[in-house]
């Protein structure tokens, strides 16, 4: 049964509000975590608490239990000069940016001027509402070391 220090295999499908497929396991493998690291949306994690193998579910997940709403300080203008002048940016580009303190921060361009471009430091998920169908694969106890590292240690490429 899903619970805290368990690890659980999920097929998912990932829609938004207009049923339009967001990401999916479908083709692939299924997502395989830690239950309490923290490592899916908390309205998800909190929803699958007590599933047991087999068992399917739709989970609907407000943004705030999700991605979260977008904060309006994630757009701002970064100077043109910031980045390699023979580098070509388009509207919807991502890319790792930094913060003040160096810190690494994905973003998005979403419009590019002469002299500056405007990027958006939000998750592009923050503000939709998460439409989730999930099918619990499997539930197994984590390892002491799945504990000690805090996730997984099989599918999705794990790597350390």
């Given at each position: 049964?899903?619970?805290?220090?368990?690890?659980?295999?999920?097929?998912?499908?990932?829609?938004?509000?207009?049923?339009?497929?967001?990401?999916?396991?479908?083709?692939?493998?299924?997502?395989?975590?830690?239950?309490?690291?923290?490592?899916?949306?908390?309205?998800?994690?909190?929803?699958?608490?007590?599933?047991?193998?087999?068992?399917?579910?739709?989970?609907?997940?407000?943004?705030?239990?999700?991605?979260?709403?977008?904060?309006p300080n994630g757009v701002f203008t970064v100077p043109r000069s910031a980045f390699p002048p023979d580098l070509s940016l388009t509207e919807g580009d991502a890319f790792m940016g930094?913060?003040?303190?160096?810190?690494?921060?994905?973003?998005?361009?979403?419009?590019?001027?002469?002299?500056?471009?405007?990027?958006?430091?939000?998750?592009?998920?923050?503000?939709?509402?998460?439409?989730?169908?999930?099918?619990?694969?499997?539930?197994?106890?984590?390892?002491?070391?799945?504990?000690?590292?805090?996730?997984?240690?099989?599918?999705?490429?794990?790597?350390?």
């Amino acid at each position: 049964m899903i619970g805290p220090r368990k690890i659980v295999k999920l097929d998912y499908t990932l829609r938004d509000g207009d049923g339009e497929i967001l990401d999916t396991s479908e083709g692939g493998e299924p997502l395989s975590y830690l239950h309490g690291g923290g490592q899916i949306v908390a309205g998800l994690e909190s929803a699958l608490l007590g599933l047991d193998v087999g068992a399917e579910k739709e989970v609907v997940v407000a943004p705030e239990d999700g991605y979260g709403m977008p904060d309006p300080n994630g757009v701002f203008t970064v100077p043109r000069s910031a980045f390699p002048p023979d580098l070509s940016l388009t509207e919807g580009d991502a890319f790792m940016g930094e913060n003040d303190d160096g810190s690494p921060v994905p973003v998005r361009v979403i419009e590019v001027r002469d002299d500056a471009v405007l990027v958006d430091a939000n998750h592009p998920l923050a503000g939709v509402t998460l439409h989730f169908h999930v099918t619990v694969i499997e539930v197994r106890d984590a390892t002491l070391e799945e504990l000690t590292h805090g996730h997984s240690h099989e599918g999705n490429g794990h790597q350390h």
